[in-house]
Structures are given as structure tokens and as C-alpha cells.
């Protein structure tokens, strides 16, 4: 008889591709995980695996069956999860993501608001690119994930939370007007710092710039956006920055902020989860409770008057009654 432990050993070993660091995460002994494997192959009368010194790979037969697999042990999990939740909201471990360019933004604010409405809810935070976090979520190692949308390629429920509009972060001697509104043909491509690949953010910021002329983006591989807005503020280009990350990341009396012409570019926020999840009442609770702490009226967030960074930050202190404010 197939176990769940065996599926358990077997997708991770499809994920590390390792017996070593397979058994690891499994928290068991290299020898009782390759036993486990062999009998569910023994089971099955197929081979999953093909050995070969310090790797492992799959057949066809054993990928196919790894992904199955990974379908069964999530939804154990929801079914586990709709046991535990009956008759309660928000109580218990939430396994949460967040990619990195909300996370230092949003979770300041929001992580305290939801402690003191649920305080027996216990979060599990994962910070990491969009890509992994809907691998992890479709795998059910996530519940939720806070992104930005839409998400492709997998069989989830979305609820938006708020629009975030984009600003263009110039250096304070930049010639234009502070009150100068910008499109995409004013920006030069060969001076637009972004993130490094896997970021949303940077894919976001190359679409709207999509048909600008010039040779492509700065070759700057920046992992985090407060590194591009230091190369920002010391003149080596400039950068789409999110309406939300304003209040932390443009602080630089060397750096102003452009608005863009109507209609302005953004992205839309929100959370995603399994379409099987049980647990769609917490989420949406959870959702409410972070629109409530964001302080979000009407769905966007608030905007900054493009001045100086200074400027910028008095105004949104002094806006917080129905915007965003951006700590």
C-alpha cells in the first residue's frame, strides 16, 4: 500500500534532486528515505529515479507521478485545514509569502493590526520572487501569498486589496519640473536602473517602457530596490518606484519624483490562494484587516506630490485619512 510518507520522500526528492538533501528536509536519515523510495517504486512496479553519482533524475513516468503526488499531500492539507478551522476564523499557523518589493513596505503596519484582531493566529512568514512563491503555493507549502497581479498558470482565487501606482525616481538635478507629468517615450532606457531577473517589479517597469528607444535597460542585477535607489540618488539613472515603497526608500534629499501622465502606470495588489483551500473566510478577513491597517480608501493607494523627497513625505504624513500610508 502507497503512503503518505512515501509521497512525502518522493517529492522531495523530485524537488532536491538529492538523496542527501532530500532526507534533510525530510528530517530523517538518508538510508530511511531511499528505502521509502524503493518500496514506492516496488508498489508501483515502475522506476521513479534514475541514480547516478551525486545526482538523482527523474524518468517521465517518476515526474508525472511527482506532480500527482504533490496534489495529494496538498490537498491532505486543506482537508486538515477545513478539520482545524471549522467554526473559527484566523486562528492557528498561516504559512504566508510576500514578494520582496511589498514586504519592508507593508508588513511594518500590517503584521501588529492583525496580532492585536487575531491574536491566536500564528504567521509563518516566506519573503522570496513571485515564481517561487506560487511553486510553494501550489505545492501547499504556502497558504497565502500577497502579490502583485495577475498570476499565471495556476488554479487559485485572488482577492485585490489596492492599486499601487508607479512614480519615476529621478536624481534632485534632473532639469524637468517637480510638477512635470512624464510617459514612458521620456525615459532613456540606457540609464533605467532596475531589478535584477525574477522580480516582478522589474518586469512590470519593462512593460510600460516597452517601444521607448534606445539599447535596452542598465546591466545592473540589484536585488533589493533600496540599492537601486542609492544608484539613483548618486546620478547613474533612474527607476520606476512603487507609490507604496515611497515613504521608506525616498528619503535621499538627492533624489525627486516625477508623476506620470494619465493613464498612470501601476500595479494592481492583492492575495492568492488555492482554489481547493478550505480556508477562504480567514483570507478574506485577513484582507480586510490589511486594507484597514494600510489606511486604503477606494482601492489605491495614496499618492505623493512629486516635489522633493522631503516634500513627499510630509505630504503623506499629513494625508493618512484614506491613503496609503507607506512606511
Not at 483570507?283 to 484597514?292: C, Q
Request: glycine share 10%; proline share 6%; net charge positive.
Amino acid at each position: 500500500m502507497i503512503t503518505f510518507r512515501q509521497l512525502r520522500y518522493f517529492v522531495a526528492l523530485s524537488r532536491h534532486r538529492h538523496f542527501g538533501r532530500a532526507a534533510e528536509a525530510c528530517t530523517v536519515t538518508q538510508p530511511a528515505l531511499s528505502m521509502q523510495i524503493r518500496e514506492l517504486e516496488t508498489e508501483l512496479g515502475l522506476d521513479l529515479v534514475e541514480r547516478r553519482p551525486g545526482e538523482v533524475v527523474l524518468t517521465e513516468t517518476g515526474a508525472e507521478i511527482a506532480s500527482r503526488a504533490e496534489g495529494v499531500l496538498s490537498a491532505t492539507r486543506d482537508l486538515v485545514e477545513f478539520a482545524r478551522s471549522r467554526g473559527r476564523v484566523l486562528g492557528g499557523r498561516l504559512h504566508l509569502g510576500v514578494i520582496p518589493s511589498l514586504a519592508p513596505y507593508v508588513l511594518p503596519k500590517v503584521l501588529p493590526a492583525i496580532q492585536r484582531r487575531y491574536p491566536d493566529l500564528e504567521i509563518e512568514l516566506r519573503e522570496t520572487q513571485t515564481r517561487q512563491l506560487v511553486s510553494e503555493l501550489a505545492q501547499g507549502s504556502l497558504d497565502l501569498v500577497m502579490m502583485a497581479l495577475p498570476v499565471h498558470g495556476a488554479d487559485v482565487e485572488i482577492h485585490d486589496l489596492f492599486d499601487d501606482a508607479f512614480l519615476l525616481a529621478v536624481p534632485a538635478g534632473d532639469p524637468r519640473p517637480a510638477r512635470a507629468r512624464v510617459s514612458g517615450a521620456d525615459i532613456d532606457r540606457e540609464r533605467l536602473i532596475l531589478l535584477e531577473e525574477g522580480h516582478c517589479l522589474r518586469d512590470q517597469a519593462l512593460a510600460y517602457c516597452s517601444g521607448v528607444g534606445g539599447s535596452g535597460p542598465m546591466g545592473l542585477g540589484a536585488t533589493s530596490l533600496a540599492t537601486v535607489m542609492q544608484m539613483v540618488a548618486n546620478g547613474y539613472g533612474v527607476t520606476l518606484v512603487p507609490q507604496v515603497a515611497v515613504e521608506v526608500e525616498v528619503r535621499d534629499p538627492r533624489i525627486r519624483l516625477l508623476r506620470f501622465a494619465d493613464p498612470e502606470p501601476g500595479r494592481k495588489i492583492g492575495l492568492v490562494w488555492r482554489r481547493t483551500s478550505p480556508r477562504k473566510p480567514d483570507f478574506l478577513a485577513l484582507g480586510d484587516v490589511m486594507v484597514e491597517a494600510l489606511g486604503i480608501a477606494g482601492g489605491r493607494a495614496g499618492r505623493a506630490t512629486p516635489r522633493s523627497s522631503k516634500a513627499v513625505r510630509g505630504a503623506a504624513s499629513r494625508s493618512r485619512a484614506g491613503r496609503l500610508s507607506n512606511r
